[in-house]
């Protein structure tokens, strides 16, 4: 099903066309290796490298054999005269399989990568347009201090650049071909073999392999993504948070036309966002599936191999899909400064408050004392929905120490905010980067529902 809602580009990867046509490559740089050391003969090669895979005749033998891998076999010979003879010359399937399925797992990692940069590049502009942009931070849902939305945003922007570099791990590790033979012993080739075959392939060859590449390698790539997708619902959600009626800061687009409920016209639902946090719950599982493949018995036995063929694809379609959906939401991003405005000042200043405690021990207060008067205080204000300003003027313990000309300066958002230019050049965010740079259009727009 998740298929149908992701971009061509990840859909073709994971194609029969495009898995066939990379059994039939491995195949080929085989048996061109084999010529290189003079087994095959150059004229059968030149014939080899004409072969074709037929795939209506491959579900026609496959009926017969049950066998993916020699009905593959049986539509490419057909495809040959004698020279057939040489294909899958000491090879077993998983030379081929798993060869090839690393061939497909660089081409989906290439193409996250792209997604993955041009999410960054939108968050980093996003975070330049809204740097000294003040709302209140929460924690335990509750207002503590002033931050700033931009603020907010280069968190994520970080954020996204480790899944860039987990991402480059993670195709390192799967980038990885596998030419050993039955048991990894090569009984029936050798090591010469699979490193030119390899070589052609733009793979490395596995140090050691069994019958198969060993799954850990397919695990880390595979919660990598669970990673990427776990920091889209975490976006995701704090979006869904902010635009809760009663705070309202942000918006995800909402396009004209659109409907938000079939029963209340008036709905403005997150539901691309919720979309995106069920999605990444979808992937967690996969990663757990993917760990589960890595225990096989002695050489090799196929309980991954019914996983993979749901796992592998669906995790690289889902997150595609999802990095794409997430991309377009920030970039059509709803955002209310003047609500954001609105609810720092919705406690009457006990958002201040650790501001007076610090500047009445500067006073010289032992911080418990002064921890005390300012709860005191904060406390009355809580429950009796007063200016906090106003009670700590009119306690004269808080004024004996700290007059009240000096109480007013304390209550200024922008103070929060002075650091925020260098955490910015920490990250590289800076006006000559990102100002004006514009955002890439995507290629496909996301589609509506799942």
Same mark, same amino acid.
């Given at each position: 099903?998740?298929?149908?809602?992701?971009?061509?580009?990840?859909?073709?990867?994971?194609?029969?066309?495009?898995?066939?046509?990379?059994?039939?490559? =491995?195949?080929?740089?085989?048996?061109?290796?084999?010529?290189?050391?003079?087994?095959?003969?150059?004229?059968?090669?030149?014939?080899?490298?004409?072969?074709?895979?037929?795939?209506?005749?491959?579900?026609?033998?496959?009926?017969?054999?049950?066998?993916?891998?020699?009905?593959?076999?049986?539509?490419?010979?057909?495809?040959?005269?004698?020279?057939?003879?040489?294909?899958?010359?000491?090879?077993?399937?998983?030379?081929?399989?798993?060869?090839?399925?690393?061939?497909?797992?660089?081409?989906?990692?290439?193409?996250?990568?792209?997604?993955?940069?041009?999410?960054?590049?939108?968050?980093?502009?996003?975070?330049?347009?809204?740097?000294?942009?003040?709302?209140?931070?929460?924690?335990?849902?509750?207002?503590?201090?002033?931050?700033?939305?931009?603020?907010?945003?280069?968190?994520?922007?970080?954020?996204?650049?480790?899944? $860039?570099?987990?991402?480059?791990?993670?195709?390192?590790?799967?980038?990885?071909?596998?030419?050993?033979?039955?048991?990894?012993?090569?009984?029936?080739?050798?090591?010469?073999?699979?490193?030119?075959?390899?070589?052609?392939?733009?793979? =490395?060859?596995?140090?050691?392999?069994?019958?198969?590449?060993?799954?850990?390698?397919?695990?880390?790539?595979?919660?990598?993504?669970?990673?990427?997708?776990?920091?889209?619902?975490?976006?995701?959600?704090?979006?869904?948070?902010?635009?809760?009626?009663?705070?309202?800061? =942000?918006?995800?687009?909402?396009?004209?036309?659109?409907?938000?409920?079939?029963?209340?016209?008036?709905?403005?639902?997150?539901?691309?966002?919720?979309?995106?946090?069920?999605?990444?719950?979808?992937?967690?599982?996969?990663?757990?599936?993917?760990?589960?493949?890595?225990?096989?018995?002695?050489?090799?036995?196929?309980?991954?191999?019914?996983?993979?063929?749901?796992?592998?694809?669906?995790?690289?379609?889902?997150?595609?899909?999802?990095?794409?959906?997430?991309?377009?939401? $920030?970039?059509?991003?709803?955002?209310?400064?003047?609500? $954001?405005?609105?609810?720092?000042?919705?406690?009457?200043g006990l958002i201040f408050s650790q501001r007076v405690m610090l500047a009445l021990v500067e006073k010289g207060l032992s911080r418990q004392k002064a921890y005390e008067l300012v709860q005191r205080n904060a406390m009355k204000a809580w429950e009796g929905n007063k200016n906090f300003l106003k009670l700590l003027k009119a306690d004269p313990e808080v004024t004996a120490a700290l007059p009240q000309s000096e109480l007013e300066p304390l209550f200024d958002e922008k103070y929060y905010l002075r650091y925020v230019d260098e955490v910015f050049e920490r990250l590289g965010l800076t006006?000559?980067?990102?100002?004006?740079?514009?955002?890439?259009?995507?290629?496909?727009?996301?589609?509506?529902?799942?």
């Amino acid at each position: 099903m998740i298929e149908r809602y992701s971009r061509p580009q990840m859909k073709r990867i994971w194609s029969d066309e495009s898995k066939f046509d990379k059994w039939l490559k =491995v195949e080929i740089a085989v048996c061109e290796a084999w010529a290189e050391l003079g087994v095959i003969p150059r004229e059968a090669l030149s014939k080899i490298k004409l072969a074709r895979v037929n795939l209506k005749r491959m579900g026609e033998i496959l009926k017969e054999t049950h066998h993916d891998m020699t009905a593959f076999l049986g539509s490419v010979s057909e495809s040959l005269g004698d020279e057939s003879r040489f294909i899958h010359l000491g090879l077993t399937s998983s030379d081929v399989i798993d060869t090839a399925l690393g061939l497909q797992l660089i081409e989906s990692a290439e193409l996250l990568s792209q997604d993955i940069k041009e999410l960054i590049s939108v968050l980093a502009q996003k975070a330049m347009k809204y740097k000294y942009t003040a709302m209140i931070g929460r924690t335990h849902g509750v207002h503590a201090e002033p931050i700033s939305f931009g603020f907010k945003l280069a968190l994520w922007t970080g954020e996204m650049r480790r899944n $860039m570099l987990r991402l480059n791990e993670a195709k390192k590790a799967i980038a990885v071909g596998k030419i050993s033979g039955a048991v990894g012993t090569y009984a029936t080739l050798s090591p010469e073999v699979e490193e030119k075959a390899c070589a052609r392939l733009g793979l =490395v060859p596995a140090p050691v392999s069994s019958q198969v590449l060993q799954r850990d390698r397919h695990a880390q790539f595979v919660t990598t993504l669970a990673i990427i997708a776990s920091s889209l619902e975490k976006f995701a959600t704090e979006i869904r948070g902010l635009q809760q009626t009663e705070t309202r800061e =942000v918006e995800e687009p909402f396009a004209a036309g659109q409907t938000g409920s079939s029963a209340m016209p008036h709905k403005r639902n997150p539901e691309l966002c919720e979309r995106i946090c069920g999605l990444a719950r979808l992937v967690r599982g996969f990663a757990l599936t993917s760990m589960e493949n890595i225990t096989l018995w002695h050489e090799r036995d196929i309980s991954h191999s019914s996983t993979e063929r749901i796992i592998l694809p669906d995790s690289c379609l889902v997150v595609d899909y999802t990095l794409t959906i997430f991309t377009s939401i $920030m970039r059509g991003l709803r955002v209310y400064p003047q609500r $954001m405005k609105h609810n720092l000042e919705l406690t009457r200043g006990l958002i201040f408050s650790q501001r007076v405690m610090l500047a009445l021990v500067e006073k010289g207060l032992s911080r418990q004392k002064a921890y005390e008067l300012v709860q005191r205080n904060a406390m009355k204000a809580w429950e009796g929905n007063k200016n906090f300003l106003k009670l700590l003027k009119a306690d004269p313990e808080v004024t004996a120490a700290l007059p009240q000309s000096e109480l007013e300066p304390l209550f200024d958002e922008k103070y929060y905010l002075r650091y925020v230019d260098e955490v910015f050049e920490r990250l590289g965010l800076t006006e000559v980067q990102w100002k004006e740079k514009p955002i890439a259009e995507p290629s496909e727009l996301a589609p509506r529902a799942i």
